[in-house]
């Protein structure tokens, strides 16, 4: 007779100590990469394991494929909310928001379907494929003419993305359009993921959250309420103003359900800021990874720049309709997701009783975070696991993103595994392959990028390169 989950033991994890729990294991240098710490952690009690950080409540951490298969498909209904931060408080944006909202709510299952049908679905994406195949080529113009100049790449990826979402979104861009007081919109989105994504005391002892010791919740507030006001004046109270006239983008489809009563206006601003929270920086750290990851290898570098040589030959920009001509470019993408998920730590809450992961309890109320980081560098499923070989992803058709292989799964997986992955595996690589076709990347004075290329990451609201990328792109003829 199987055992009552109740009375199976929990999982093994540090003992914490009174009031901060294991809290200690993530101040200081750690507080930038509890990945990498909950990663030594499982080394010593285990694939699930548990611990208590600080007062916020019990976490359990899965770090292997099996346990995160057993998590994300066995007890994916039960892993139905997220942990919600402090700062996901503030004007009260998690309790209308697509990432916060648990699986129940209709406001979450409406906007899924609404991402699913206008950014995922194959006819949709088609539809847009000409927008992002003007801002690549845009973009690669624009490293052109800066050639010899060094470029913090990731601001210039992230301004290319911000458009694409945008034209998407409202059909104009947005990157350099300034919100109230004159900030630029894209400087603003950064601000925001900053103050969004720094350690945060309130989160760990959650009696101190009236308090807001530090001030994030008010600084994310105010940068909050600035883009909602963007969002209000510039796009909805246009729109509703005009004279119905069809642009077939994504703002049309929410003012529809709007006049239908459906969708409220703060509900629709929240969800624009999601999708540009949810898009903006994945997307762009992804490239900046890779951009990375290839200059610190200069064989790799050589081989995926032939490729484009030889694929593209002397067309002048690369189209998304040639992305299936490359791929090694594909293997590199895929390599960078494995090596540094932007998301490395799934982040669910249980929200029914009786559950059970690996033999041991896993209560109602508990926090479970599936360490993607930890599981693509398992040793047991990856040869050579700290090395950057794209090769391992060639003729690999398990790697798909979709597939039951738990070793591999940046997107997630299970009913909230991201909506996004359609949209970011045909923009990521052209991106890419657009910075890459015809320009050479050097670093700045002439270092040997091999030897200076930086690789250290800081955990934020994705994983980051410590060091912004800065590199000189050099056009080639
Ligand atoms: C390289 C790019 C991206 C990566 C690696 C990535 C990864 C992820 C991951 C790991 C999750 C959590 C899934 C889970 O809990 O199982 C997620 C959630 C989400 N992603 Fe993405 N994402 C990317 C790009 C995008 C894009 C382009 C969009 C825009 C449509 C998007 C929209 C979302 C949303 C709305 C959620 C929350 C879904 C929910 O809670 O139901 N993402 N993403």
Known sequence: MPVPAASLP???????????????????????????????????????????????????????????????????????????????????????????????????????????????????????????????????KSMRARSGTPVVVGEAVLGSVLDVVSNILFSEDVGDMRVQ??????????????????PNVSDAFPFLAPTDLFGSRRRV?????????????????????????????LLDVVLARHTMSELTRSEITKFFTDMFLATSNTSRITVEWAMALLLKHPDKMKKVQAELAASIRSKEFVEESELNKLPYLDAVVKETLRLQPPAPLLPRMVVV??????????????????NLWAIGRDPAVWPKPEEFLPERFLGNQAADFRGLDFAYKPFGAGRRMCPGLDFATRLVPLLLASILHKIEWRLPGGMAPNKYVDLKDRYS???????PLNAVPVSMP
């Open 461 to 467: 609201m994705v994983l980051e390169l410590a060091k």
């Open 221 to 249: 507030s105010r940068g909050l309420a600035k883009l909602y006001k963007f969002f209000d004046d510039e796009f909805i109270e246009r729109r509703l103003g005009a004279n119905g006239e069809n642009h077939g983008d």
């Open 353 to 370: 009783d009786g559950m059970s992961l690996g033999g041991f309890s896993v209560p109602i109320g508990t926090y479970v975070l599936v």
């Open 181 to 198: 007081g004159g900030q630029l919109f894209k400087d603003l989105m950064v601000a925001v993921l900053e103050d969004w994504t720094r």
């Open 10 to 140: 929990l999982p093994p994890g540090p003992v914490g100590l009174p009031l901060v729990g294991s809290a200690l294991h993530f101040i200081g240098p750690f507080s930038r990469s509890p990945h990498a710490v909950l990663t030594r952690l499982a080394e010593t009690y285990g694939p699930i394991m548990s611990f208590r950080p600080g007062m916020a409540g019990n976490f359990v951490v899965v770090s292997s494929p099996a346990a995160a298969r057993e998590a994300l498909v066995d007890n994916d209904a039960a892993l139905a909310a997220r942990f919600v931060p402090d700062v996901a408080r503030a004007l009260d944006h998690s309790s209308e928001s697509l990432f916060f909202l648990p699986n129940s709510s209709p406001l979450w299952k409406q906007h899924r379907a609404t991402v699913g049908a206008h950014m995922s679905a194959a006819r949709s994406l088609e539809r847009t494929r000409h927008v992002r195949d003007r801002h690549a080529r845009g973009l690669a």
